[in-house]
């Protein structure tokens, strides 16, 4: 049994201009102990995944689908017990643009005892704290402090040490490293590898492949609210198979080679009205004339492609 499997997940969020069809038929499964990254461009349904496992869609909802967590039905768990017994305590999420999420009036003590005091924590809590702002190398000399008082990279290590307080299962990392300068992200992946070997699984949603090929088993490709492509991570970044996929590998400067990056021409597809056929069709170089129906998933013994070039 997979640790997590999330099977023909589909969300939507309801708009004035209609339904935006966030995640369509989203399917991947990982094993305990290991960690997944998450890839494509902005608007793809990265970030909604992330919001949909947790169950924290605003204007909108999951209209069907399965997730399936450590032999749980997270879909059929009633919404307060899920905020209860599952929300931070098995499951919890660092979000994106996790160094604005501190509250500037409040010092950090302050906020992790708000959240002990929200889920009913029984232990010692001063310890507890203390324990998890060591286990992203900071001390307890940071609880005094307001969050203006932090470093970027610290504000960033104090988001990450309340996502891990009640040490839960499963952390999902939303963009964990972006708008950093490179030695604190060199710091932030260095703690999930750390984390890593103390048994910790991990989503990480990142735009940067690099940040996931260090830290993740397996990655998915997203675009267009679809999971494309998924593998192991020597799968996608040694054998990519999905055109979308290739451009983005290609979109990655590379020092050892003489050659310049490409980009992918195009813009992303309207989500809004999605088109019957691929989404990538408009802007694949390899498009043909049955793109234009729904693209097959071909599965293997580890992962899948749905592009009709592997039919």
Avoid at 32 to 49: D, H, M, P, R, V
Wanted: hydrophobic letters at 35%; aromatic letters at 8%.
């Amino acid at each position: 049994m997979s640790f997590i499997a999330i099977k023909n997940l589909t969300t939507r969020y309801n708009t004035s201009k209609g339904l935006v069809h966030a995640l369509e038929d989203v399917t991947f499964s990982i094993d305990k102990g290991e960690s997944i990254g998450i890839a494509g461009e902005s608007a793809c349904g990265k970030s909604t995944l992330g919001l949909s496992i947790i169950q924290m869609i605003s204007n909108g909802k999951i209209y069907s689908g399965k997730i399936e967590f450590d032999g749980k039905s997270l879909l059929d768990v009633p919404s307060d017990e899920f905020d209860k017994t599952i929300r931070w305590k098995e499951i919890s999420m660092i979000f994106q643009g996790a160094m604005n999420s501190l509250d500037p009036v409040f010092s950090i003590q302050q906020q992790f005892e708000e959240i002990l005091k929200q889920h009913n924590f029984e232990g010692d809590s001063k310890q507890s704290i203390i324990q998890s702002l060591n286990s992203v190398n900071l001390t307890e000399s940071v609880l005094k402090k307001f969050p203006h008082e932090l470093s970027g990279g610290m504000k960033q290590r104090v988001v990450i040490a309340m996502a891990l307080i009640l040490k839960p299962k499963f952390v999902i990392a939303d963009e964990p490293t972006t708008a950093l300068d490179v030695l604190i992200q060199a710091q932030i992946v260095n703690l999930f590898k750390k984390l890593k070997k103390e048994g910790q699984s991990f989503m990480i949603i990142s735009h940067d492949l690099a940040v996931l090929s260090e830290v993740a088993e397996k990655i998915g490709i997203m675009y267009g609210g679809q999971m494309i492509e998924f593998g192991t991570s020597e799968q996608i970044f040694l054998e990519p198979k999905h055109p979308y996929t290739k451009g983005l590998l290609e979109s990655i400067p590379v020092l050892s080679k003489n050659t310049k990056p490409k980009f992918i021409p195009g813009i992303p597809p309207n989500l809004i009205n999605p088109s019957d056929g691929c989404k990538f069709y408009d802007r694949c170089p390899e498009a043909m004339e049955k793109c234009k129906k729904d693209p097959p998933k071909i599965k293997t013994n580890t992962g899948y492609v749905s592009c009709w070039l592997y039919e």
